[in-house]
């Protein structure tokens, strides 16, 4: 007899792995999909990093890693924050996990009870707000629409903010809208903020480095709130190991010891191989984070401009990460013979069976009217798939 927890019951399933499965299965039957919906860099990982992996195994890294992180790695994490985010931790503040997904879990479990309400701007990134679930909070949505580029304003903020709020997620630069938060947009927020003590800000940084408008800016450079704030980032988008599952937190050392505590029951320390070779990554040349990031912005632009052309597809520029974000509600509503689009769901599923192009729908980032468009894939497969979208689109009348 089926009888999952409560807790389970309540979760959504991930619309980004749903749809990368739907167009995996697709082209193991012999369709050529291209798929837009992945969240991942095309790149292979840096030869010097595979080569460190390599020596670990050879050193018979083999053996338990502690909990959260060796020494050598979390020092490595200490002196990235000092470098590129002029942030001081010690490294009994840094805990490594499986993934930053793994992190947000972590920090979730650690400082929500029941009853707890975490903000989350919408659009979010789809595992914020069942991760809050898990936690037994309660999710308040706060929606910023395309007039904002995707991003709450400290009105919005200062709204939302209640007896019951225990946290802030934020996503800078977004997944999935690609937007960034300037130092004046943060400092904005702060300022709401520091009428608020209690609340903490949870600020998922994982696309730092794919960012085309200058230099990334955390909220925990701001001194008011650095002590409220959990830094998570990781390895995955940055240095293109979304396969090796490293992430890391900054964080207040009580939060920094329950999130160790709680991965101590849970999964123990990450892979120990993938940890020596994000020490590499850290430490080493950092040539392909610019390399990737010429790439991306080249296919950022070039997507933008065939979308400009389309009839009724409304984008913000992003800055930052891998993705466009289009509004596309005008084709709500139309229909190619008997088929009518009623929903972005509708929308990805026709571009998916007649344009064969795999995207996400935006309601499962909460914003009903848009779908998420990855374009971390190659110039060749983008030109294709821009061909197909507008071909597909045609065809809805």
């Not at 120990?272 to 590499?280: F, G, K, L, T």
Request: proline share 5%.
């Amino acid at each position: 007899m089926e009888n999952v927890s409560k807790r389970l019951a309540s979760l959504s399933p991930s619309a980004t792995i749903a749809m990368n499965q739907k167009s995996t299965e697709m082209k193991n039957n012999g369709i050529d999909v291209v798929n837009l919906s992945v969240g991942e860099p095309d790149f292979p990982t840096p030869d010097n990093v595979k080569a460190a992996a390599k020596k670990a195994i050879d050193e018979n890294y083999s053996f338990y890693a502690p909990v959260p992180g060796y020494p050598a790695l979390r020092k490595a994490i200490v002196e990235k924050f000092k470098r590129e985010n002029n942030l001081e931790y010690t490294a009994d503040q840094i805990v490594v996990s499986t993934g930053a997904k793994h992190s947000i879990a972590n920090v979730l479990m650690s400082i929500i009870d029941p009853g707890d309400e975490v903000i989350v701007p919408s659009p979010y990134w789809v595992s914020y707000p069942e991760q809050v679930k898990i936690a037994e909070g309660v999710n308040v949505i706060v929606d910023a629409g395309i007039e904002s580029e995707y991003k709450i304003t400290p009105k919005q903020l200062e709204n939302a903010i209640t007896s019951k709020t225990k946290a802030l997620m934020l996503c800078s630069p977004s997944n999935p809208s690609g937007s960034l938060y300037s130092r004046e947009e943060l400092a904005a927020l702060v300022e709401v903020l520091k009428k608020h003590p209690d609340v903490f800000i949870i600020s998922d940084e994982i696309y730092e480095h794919i960012n085309f408008s200058g230099t990334h800016v955390s909220i925990a450079e701001f001194p008011e709130v650095f002590d409220r704030t959990v830094v998570v980032n990781g390895v995955s988008k940055g240095y293109a190991m979304t396969g090796w599952r490293i992430g890391y937190i900054g964080a207040p050392l009580w939060i920094a010891k329950a999130c160790s505590k709680l991965q101590g029951q849970m999964t123990s320390g990450a892979t120990s191989i993938a940890q020596m070779a994000a020490i590499e990554a850290l430490n080493g040349d950092q040539s392909c984070i610019a390399d990737m990031k010429m790439a991306f912005k080249r296919r950022r632009d070039y997507v933008l401009d065939r979308m400009s052309k389309i009839q009724g597809i409304k984008c913000t520029v992003p800055d930052g990460a891998f993705y466009v974000y289009p509004d596309m509600s005008f084709y709500f509503g139309k229909k190619n013979g008997s088929e009518k689009i009623n929903s972005s769901m509708d929308l990805c599923l026709y571009l998916l069976e007649k344009g064969r192009i795999a995207t996400v729908p935006g309601s499962a980032f909460g914003s009903p009217n848009n779908v998420r468009i990855s374009y971390a894939t190659s110039d060749e497969n983008l030109v294709k798939a821009m061909d197909r979208l507008e071909e597909a689109l045609k065809g809805l009348v």
